[in-house]
């Protein structure tokens, strides 16, 4: 996976709209990509754009340039179209079937929690609580209060709850806890975890526990959302398969091809 650290979301969520230096730097990026698509004769591809662009003004003016200058279609979702996407990897369907299992997934701008049981989706909702917007302090506590109110009453009557986390952030955290894959990690390791790379300062996190320099800030506030989500919830354990939006998006797009690949 090829990952291009822009945050469109330093613009967006500070001035609602994203400025020429990082639209030029994503139209660089999205004619990159395209080149790399034509080297390896890509059948299908699908570009979704999400949070920072929901929110920038000048969204649709930059969705139309990146067609006219990289020849890629940008497809902008909302929270529940990204919810629906991340939930399409059925990942519980390997797991045990008497638990219920909440879905966190952790970005710049938003967090998707969806929650299901028994192989059925209960509820699902996408917060406007991102990484992003904590570092600019964007999420004032009255909406923190609203997140949590959310997620005690989707709930209050559900036993045996686990959580699944997917993101970059959280597939870091969980690597950072020496955790092996399809293991779990307890909501005590995390703190634990949280408050020792709270206690470094950004330079010392890149320097001593080896974090990229786009990642050193952010983690801080991925962790904060992770464990306040596990703590309203009262979850004790969280399951990191270390797959995202972009593994939902390829696997909607190979159940298309494949549906196509039947009708011939």
């Given at each position: 996976?090829?990952?291009?650290?822009?945050?469109?979301?330093?613009?967006?969520?500070?001035?609602?709209?994203?400025?020429?230096?990082?639209?030029?730097?994503?139209?660089?990026?999205?004619?990159?990509?395209?080149?790399?698509?034509?080297?390896?004769?890509?059948?299908?591809?699908?570009?979704?754009?999400?949070?920072?662009?929901?929110?920038?003004?000048?969204?649709?003016?930059?969705?139309?340039?990146?067609?006219?200058?990289?020849?890629?279609?940008?497809?902008?979702?909302?929270?529940?179209?990204?919810?629906?996407?991340?939930?399409?990897?059925?990942?519980?369907?390997?797991?045990?079937?008497k638990n219920s299992y909440l879905y966190i997934d952790v970005g710049g701008g938003s967090t998707e929690l969806t929650l299901f049981s028994k192989g059925k989706c209960l509820a699902s909702q996408s917060f406007n609580i991102g990484t992003v917007r904590?570092?600019?302090?964007?999420?004032?506590?009255?909406?923190?209060?609203?997140?949590?109110?959310?997620?005690?009453?989707?709930?209050?009557?559900?036993?045996?709850?686990?959580?699944?986390?997917?993101?970059?952030?959280?597939?870091?955290?969980?690597?950072?806890?020496?955790?092996?894959?399809?293991?779990?990690?307890?909501?005590?390791?995390?703190?634990?975890?949280?408050?020792?790379?709270?206690?470094?300062?950004?330079?010392?996190?890149?320097?001593?526990?080896?974090?990229?320099?786009?990642?050193?800030?952010?983690?801080?506030?991925?962790?904060?959302?992770?464990?306040?989500?596990?703590?309203?919830?009262?979850?004790?354990?969280?399951?990191?398969?270390?797959?995202?939006?972009?593994?939902?998006?390829?696997?909607?797009?190979?159940?298309?091809?494949?549906?196509?690949?039947?009708?011939?």
């Amino acid at each position: 996976m090829v990952r291009v650290p822009l945050r469109l979301g330093e613009d967006a969520f500070l001035t609602g709209r994203i400025t020429k230096v990082k639209i030029n730097k994503l139209i660089s990026a999205m004619k990159a990509f395209r080149n790399l698509m034509d080297a390896f004769d890509a059948v299908s591809y699908r570009a979704c754009a999400t949070s920072s662009m929901r929110e920038a003004k000048n969204s649709s003016e930059i969705i139309k340039q990146i067609w006219r200058e990289a020849k890629i279609k940008v497809e902008l979702i909302d929270g529940k179209r990204e919810a629906d996407i991340i939930f399409s990897n059925h990942v519980e369907e390997n797991l045990n079937k008497k638990n219920s299992y909440l879905y966190i997934d952790v970005g710049g701008g938003s967090t998707e929690l969806t929650l299901f049981s028994k192989g059925k989706c209960l509820a699902s909702q996408s917060f406007n609580i991102g990484t992003v917007r904590l570092l600019n302090k964007k999420v004032n506590k009255e909406y923190w209060d609203f997140f949590k109110a959310w997620i005690k009453l989707e709930t209050k009557n559900i036993k045996q709850l686990v959580a699944i986390g997917s993101g970059g952030n959280i597939n870091k955290l969980f690597r950072m806890s020496d955790k092996k894959n399809n293991r779990s990690v307890s909501y005590k390791k995390l703190k634990l975890l949280s408050e020792k790379i709270e206690s470094y300062s950004y330079d010392d996190r890149i320097k001593k526990l080896g974090l990229k320099a786009d990642r050193a800030d952010v983690i801080v506030p991925a962790s904060r959302i992770v464990l306040a989500v596990m703590k309203t919830a009262e979850i004790e354990e969280m399951i990191v398969p270390q797959i995202g939006l972009a593994d939902g998006l390829i696997h909607e797009l190979y159940e298309e091809y494949r549906n196509k690949k039947r009708k011939k």
